[in-house]
């Protein structure tokens, strides 16, 4: 499998139910999941050959750094675009399963794609466009 070597990091207030709903709505897999009563100290979850790690927010080093888009009028300070090449079918899922779309789809001949918000607020971007693929070929 071919690796990624950027990994976006976030925490929730409820991982495991944002593990859960990043599977189910948005075609995440679960990689590895290590939790012990509620809390995840640490999960990966892959799509395609990117991964995101996830972890309860609790009251360590790191945590004091970061804010939960929800605690802030979901106002996100970075976001994910994800290339997905079957668009379509992901917009219906997500849309069809209660993701919050906040850019619906939009088609574009240079690359579609849609933006929703997952239930602590963090934003989530797909698209058809692949940056790793040059236009010309």
């Not at 939960?68 to 996100?76: K, L």
């Amino acid at each position: 499998m071919t690796s990624s070597n950027i990994i976006p990091a976030m925490r929730y207030r409820d991982a495991l139910s944002a593990i859960k709903w990043l599977c189910s709505v948005l075609g995440f897999k679960e990689h590895v999941v290590f939790q012990d009563k509620g809390i995840v100290h640490h999960a990966e979850l892959t799509f395609g050959n990117g991964m995101i790690m996830i972890g309860t927010l609790r009251d360590g080093p790191f945590d004091k750094l970061i804010k939960i888009p929800v605690d802030i009028e979901n106002i996100n300070t970075q976001s994910a675009y994800i290339y997905t090449d079957k668009l379509d079918a992901h917009y219906a899922h997500a849309k069809n399963s209660g993701a919050e779309i906040v850019l619906p789809l939009k088609k574009d001949p240079h690359g579609s794609g849609y933006t929703c918000r997952d239930p602590e607020g963090y934003l989530w971007s797909f698209g058809d466009f692949n940056p790793w693929v040059n236009e010309s070929e």
